[in-house]
């Protein structure tokens, strides 16, 4: 059984920084690509960074510089600093893993942790 659980999330102050951690199991971790997307209220979801297996990175134009995502393999756990939070970025923010192998695609979620920027 595949399992996402994402943690970190909660209350924070605009300008504040934040460590989002999702931890996996039931895949081979180090073989998927890990990232974080949120959905913001009555907005669609959209993507915020990923992360390869290989380490490359991959962040939303709107966060670029105020967003890092890491992996720990060993750990079976990806992470998300966020730091510099503004009102805006109030969301529930989801861990997912994806795996292609043509023709086969594998993706999971977790099931989101909240991040509210409020003063």
């Known amino acids: 059984q595949v399992q996402l659980v994402e943690s970190g999330g909660g209350l924070v102050q605009p300008g504040g920084s934040l460590r989002l951690s999702c931890a996996a199991s039931?895949?081979?971790?180090?073989?998927?690509?890990m990232g974080w997307s949120r959905q913001a209220p009555g907005k669609q979801r959209e993507l915020v960074a990923t992360?390869?297996?290989?380490?490359?990175?991959n962040y939303a134009d709107s966060l670029e510089g105020r967003v890092t995502i890491s992996r720990d393999n060993p750990k079976n756990t990806v992470y998300l600093q966020m730091n510099s939070l503004k009102p805006e970025d109030t969301a529930v923010y989801y861990c997912?893993?994806?795996?292609?192998?043509?023709?086969?695609?594998?993706?999971?979620w977790g099931q989101g942790t909240r991040v509210t920027v409020s003063s």
């Open positions: 039931g895949i081979s971790f180090s073989t998927y690509t």
């Open positions: 997912h893993a994806n795996l292609r192998i043509w023709p086969n695609k594998w993706e999971y």
């Open positions: 992360i390869t297996t290989g380490g490359s990175t």
